[in-house]
């Protein structure tokens, strides 16, 4: 969900004379579904300032995340840098990168993204070979056909750069996988629903996973 906002906020501010955005809080909640599996989370984010944005999320699954990002404009490119850092029950999970979007048309947004991620693992015994450094990188598009409906397409691509899945439902060292979601815009509230499939994590403190999965949730402004 906080991609799928990350890319709604972009395309606001392209549409809006390439302004950076306002002090707008935002709380979102959303319930994922993969095979038997339901997982909930809320998510909580604020432009602390113009170029400066701040995010907190916490799961039913117990992991917690807290995130910011620094973007400006160049030219007809909104970039952004961002950082996180994610803790589950055994996992400590760090991530930075990096944002890009640009209005290819009044309606259609392509968009991009790339980080690089250290995924600690916790365990009685420190075993460096449990741990992971993962290249995530993203592209897609986002179009608006109506000025409350909005529908984006993304690729993902997850390289492994040391560690191993040996213990994942998936043991390829790359991994793809593909995002269509649809989000409706009414004021002040926007639902949307998610499909994914291909090989991914349905969250970043989860294993790696073959099945498709469902996503519906709610962002709310304030």
Avoid: C
């Amino acid at each position: 969900m906080k991609f799928i906002s990350k890319v709604l906020a972009v395309a606001a501010i392209l549409a809006s004379s390439f302004q950076p955005a306002t002090a707008e809080p935002q709380i979102g909640f959303q319930v994922s579904k993969t095979g038997d599996d339901w997982i909930g989370t809320v998510i909580g984010s604020i432009q602390a300032t113009e170029e400066i944005n701040v995010s907190a999320e916490i799961d039913s699954t117990g992991y917690l995340e807290i995130g910011t990002g620094y973007g400006v404009m160049f030219g007809q490119f909104y970039t952004e840098a961002f950082s996180s850092y994610g803790r589950a029950d055994s996992i400590d999970i760090y991530d930075l990168g990096i944002f890009t979007g640009t209005a290819l048309t009044e309606n259609l947004m392509a968009f991009a993204s790339t980080s690089h991620e250290w995924r600690d693992t916790k365990a009685l015994i420190d075993i460096d070979w449990l741990d992971q450094r993962e290249w995530k990188s993203s592209v897609g598009l986002s179009y608006s056909p109506l000025t409350w409906l909005n529908t984006s397409y993304n690729f993902n691509h997850d390289r492994l750069l040391s560690g191993n899945r040996w213990s994942q439902d998936v043991v390829n060292d790359n991994i793809n996988s593909h995002d269509i979601t649809i989000t409706f815009k009414p004021k002040w509230v926007e639902p949307y629903l998610k499909y994914t499939y291909g090989e991914y994590r349905v969250r970043p403190g989860e294993r790696v996973t073959s099945e498709s999965s469902y996503e519906m949730g709610v962002n709310f402004k304030f």
